[in-house]
Structure formats: C-alpha cells, structure tokens
C-alpha cells in the first residue's frame, strides 16, 4: 500500500513563501509521476504543477510559473513544491498525487491535503 503525506501548509502574508512537501511510502514508484493539485473554496480542484519519477519534466499552471518550482528528492521519495510571491488567490488546499506515467489521467493515489492560505 502507498501513503502520501503532504506538509509544510499555513497561514503566509501575501509575497511570502512556503514548501509544501510530499512524503511517499510503501512500494517502489518508478511508474508514476508525482502531481500536485489545489481546490479552493467552492472551486474545482486545479492542476498546479507536476513532475515526472526520474526529474527530467517538470510542468507548471500558467497562473504560477515564475513563483512555484517542483522538485523531487527520490532518495527521500519526497517531491516539493517551492512557492514565492504567494498570492491571496494561492489560497486552497493543496493536494498531491501519483500518476501513471506521464499525462495518463490516472490517479491511484492522493495524500490528505494541506491548508495553504495567502492573506493580504
């Protein structure tokens, strides 16, 4: 069984920085790419950025390119999203998940969220 867990959610003024991390455990992971998602508040859930298991594609939401970077540490099998310049509109619950391969649309796994909020 895989578990994710995200971390490093909370409250920022807008213009800080967090990095939200996602921790994977359990079997070996090298089919999936790692996504990570947002929904606000009576929003839909977006996509936000994602990256491929070996590191070499990344991809970002247009709305944050230029503030957020993912990265992954696959000897930690851990994938950070790196946010600066935060923005009111930034404010969701971020979520990630594992997805086969690259741009599949399939999502087996999802980690329980973390409160982002950006206030002004």
């Known amino acids: 069984q895989v578990q994710l867990v995200e971390s490093g959610g909370g409250l920022v003024q807008a213009g800080g920085s967090l990095r939200l991390s996602c921790a994977a455990s359990g079997r070996t992971l090298s089919s999936y790419s790692t996504v990570w998602f947002r929904q606000a508040p009576g929003k839909e859930r977006e996509f936000v950025a994602a990256?491929?298991?070996?590191?070499?594609?990344?991809d970002l939401v247009d709305s944050v390119k230029g503030r957020f970077t993912i990265s992954r540490d696959n000897a930690k099998n851990t994938v950070y999203l790196q946010m600066n310049n935060l923005k009111p509109e930034d404010t969701a619950v971020y979520y990630c998940?594992?997805?086969?391969?690259?741009?599949?649309?399939?999502?087996?796994?999802w980690g329980q969220g973390t409160q982002v909020t950006v206030f002004s």
């Open positions: 990256i491929t298991w070996s590191g070499d594609r990344t």
């Open positions: 998940s594992l997805e086969q391969g690259v741009g599949s649309g399939l999502f087996d796994y």
